[in-house]
């Protein structure tokens, strides 16, 4: 559990991260090169989930946040679920949908039972920060900015 911050040199990158969105779309982080992206672990499933994900929907609305590409990784759930929560929570960014939690296991920065979880990514798709557990809404967003000024 915790925030840990990565210094640029020992940043992992997650551009090859890549599948099927919600909606049916192809989508790869790769798409986002140039931008921060913060991607958030998630399921319909988890408590911390429902309760930060209205916070996240909020944040990817703001017009502080409108340089950055927020992105959710559905893991471990059924698509009707998966749509039907993020639609509620507003969370109206594309979100990858990882039923068997294959796309998780590739994202070897985030151990696979840490649901929920959130990467910062820089804009040379490496990550900045990553945080296994509940958000904090002020840190991720002092994080987030700065990320943008670097």
């Not at 796309?103 to 296994?132: F, N, Q």
Request: charged residues 20%.
């Amino acid at each position: 559990m915790g925030t840990t911050e990565f210094a640029p040199g020992q940043r992992a990158s997650v551009s090859s991260v890549e599948g099927t969105t919600l909606d049916g779309k192809q989508l790869q982080l790769a798409d986002y090169a140039g931008k921060v992206v913060v991607l958030n672990v998630w399921g319909s499933w988890c408590t911390t989930c429902r309760e930060e994900s209205p916070e996240l929907g909020r944040l990817a609305r703001s017009k502080a946040f409108k340089d950055v590409q927020f992105v959710g990784l559905d893991v471990k759930d059924d698509q009707a679920s998966a749509a039907s929560f993020a639609s509620f929570a507003g969370m109206s960014y594309p979100h990858l949908f990882d039923p068997q939690a294959r796309t998780l296991a590739e994202l070897k920065v985030v151990p696979p039972s840490a649901i929920p979880s959130t990467l910062i990514i820089d804009r040379s798709g490496k990550v900045a920060v990553r945080i296994i557990g509940a958000i904090n809404t002020q840190e991720l967003a002092a994080a987030v900015l700065r990320e943008l000024k670097a």
